[in-house]
Nanobody
Framework: QLQLVESGGGLVQPGGSLKLSCAAS????????IGWFRQAPGKEREGVVC????????FPTTTVKGRFTISRDLAKNTVDLQMNNLQPEDTAVYYCGARSLYCGSEFNYWGQGTQVTVSS
């Protein structure tokens, strides 16, 4: 059973940066694809970026490409989301999710979420 905990959210001004971290506990962390998702008020949850066990990366949301970077540390069992040039439309609760092997549409494990607010 994989458990995920997000951290690093907060309030930032437009143009600022934040780094979110997803810490995983449980066996075989490298076996899982880890995705970052976000849900803004009144909107459906959307996939932001995903990294699979072999470090392949996919960006379901093109609006973040070039601003957000995902990385994983197999020794620390963490997946980080570096977010640069944040804009008000990036305001949302950010979640990390996990599924077997490769990035896809159905994720089996979820963290509790961390709030990111971009506002002046």
């Amino acid at each position: 059973q994989l458990q995920l905990v997000e951290s690093g959210g907060g309030l930032v001004q437009p143009g600022g940066s934040l780094k979110l971290s997803c810490a995983a506990s449980g066996p075989s962390f490298g076996y899982y694809a880890i995705g970052w998702f976000r849900q803004a008020p009144g909107k459906e949850r959307e996939g932001v970026v995903c990294i699979n066990g072999s470090f392949g990366i996919t960006f379901p949301t093109t609006t973040v490409k070039g601003r957000f970077t995902i990385s994983r540390d197999l020794a620390k069992n963490t997946v980080d989301l570096q977010m640069n040039n944040l804009q008000p439309e990036d305001t949302a609760v950010y979640y990390c999710g996990a599924r077997s092997l490769y990035c896809g549409s159905e994720f089996n494990y979820w963290g509790q979420g961390t709030q990111v607010t971009v506002s002046s």
